[in-house]
Every structure is written in structure tokens, then in C-alpha cells.
């Protein structure tokens, strides 16, 4: 918890961090966002998120079972 102590004092805009990404990284976070959007996640809403990926979750595991009952 040392890393704690460091921040005791700072104001929110000191403690933000620059991260650079290379080239590749970029076009991996692009790509990212760009399924995420496709799959209805929505930026910075953590709780949605959690529900949406519980959701896709649940209908892929229907879906299986769906096709596994079909045969």
C-alpha cells in the first residue's frame, strides 16, 4: 500500500497517468470499441456492461441448448 502514500496530497489531475500506445495497440483498441458497440456495450457504464455481457451470455448458452435438442 506504499503506492497509496504517493498519492496522498495530489489533486486529480496530477494523478492522471499518459499511457501512449504504439501503433498496433491502437488499431486493437479501435477494434476493440468498435465490438463493444456492436454489442451494446455502452462507455464508462460499468453496470450495463455487466448486465449486457451476462445477457449475451445467457442467450448463446440458449442457442446451444436449442441446437443440442434439436438432433
Known sequence: MKWLNKLRGKTRAEM?????????????????????????????????????IHQIMLDHEMRLIDLENKK
Do not use: S
Not at 498496433?24 to 453496470?47: C, H, P, S, W
Open 16 to 52: 492522471v497517468i499518459i499511457y501512449n500506445r504504439t501503433a498496433e495497440q491502437e488499431v486493437m483498441y479501435k477494434e476493440q470499441l468498435r465490438i463493444r458497440a456492436l454489442l451494446g456495450f455502452e462507455e464508462g457504464n460499468d453496470t450495463q456492461n455487466w448486465l449486457r
